[in-house]
């Protein structure tokens, strides 16, 4: 079974533009969760999506930042006029389910402003 | 709201020698997931604990969820060079899917 498929693994951009982060959940998993990670620290929880709904954008800052699963592709995180601040890491993570189900990660995006 | 510390922030240990870090959360949780990241990689799964008091181990690794449901911990006996990493607890409140990770503990071994 292939795992949570995130790409691109490395994205660079200049302030101002927009970047697009793709997460493919592994086969037969309907929720997916995104994350933020800078350099040295633990993770942040951003958003938690079903097939086309977000469930808690709870850890979602309220500007720039916007995320989709749509019924059909990729789940979608898109941060539009970039800024320093923004460069992390960005993980994926689904789960077959709710509750008490373990979350398998992506290998991460790596996202650098210029 | 929810907030989950883990210490020490960073144990280096000699090859051989235990390890232990130590996680806690600001209220009672549902559950308990414990990851692992290697430098440059991406969080693993490693166990989740339910019950309270609940103990488990998988070779020499003992995890433990405390009677409170409030704190972990995850043991390592004898640590080897495949030990290295991060090493994060995770929580989840009642009716609440989101994950809260805790600050991790970075592992090093001296061989």
């Known amino acids: 079974n292939a795992g949570v498929m995130q790409n691109p693994r490395h994205l660079v951009r200049r302030r101002g533009q927009e970047a697009r982060l793709r997460c493919s959940p592994m086969k037969g998993h309907s929720h997916v969760y995104w994350y933020r990670q800078l350099p040295e620290e633990g993770l942040k929880f951003m958003v938690y999506?079903?097939?086309?709904?977000?469930?808690?954008e709870s850890g979602m800052p309220k500007e720039r930042f916007s995320a989709e699963f749509p019924k059909e592709g990729p789940s979608i995180l898109r941060i539009q006029q970039v800024v320093r601040g923004d460069s992390a890491a960005y993980f994926c993570?689904?789960?077959?389910?709710?509750?008490?189900?373990?979350?398998?990660f992506g290998d991460g995006t790596r996202l650098s402003i210029l | 709201g929810q907030q989950v510390m883990q210490i020490p922030q960073y144990q280096h240990v000699q090859e051989g020698e235990d390890f232990t870090t130590y996680c806690n959360s600001s209220t009672t949780l549902s559950n308990i997931q414990w990851y692992k990241q290697r430098p440059g990689g991406h969080p693993v799964f490693l166990i989740q604990?339910?019950?309270?008091?609940e103990v488990k181990k998988q070779k020499r690794l003992t995890f433990q969820f405390g009677e409170a449901k409030k704190n972990s911990s995850l043991h390592i006996t004898a640590t080897q060079t495949t030990d290295v990493g991060t090493y994060f607890c995770a929580g989840r409140d009642f009716g609440n899917e989101k994950l809260t990770f805790g600050t991790g503990t970075r592992l090093t071994i001296i061989p």
């Open positions: 993570a689904s789960s077959p389910g709710r509750g008490t189900q373990p979350q398998h």
């Open positions: 999506l079903q097939k086309e709904n977000i469930i808690d």
């Open positions: 604990l339910v019950k309270s008091g």
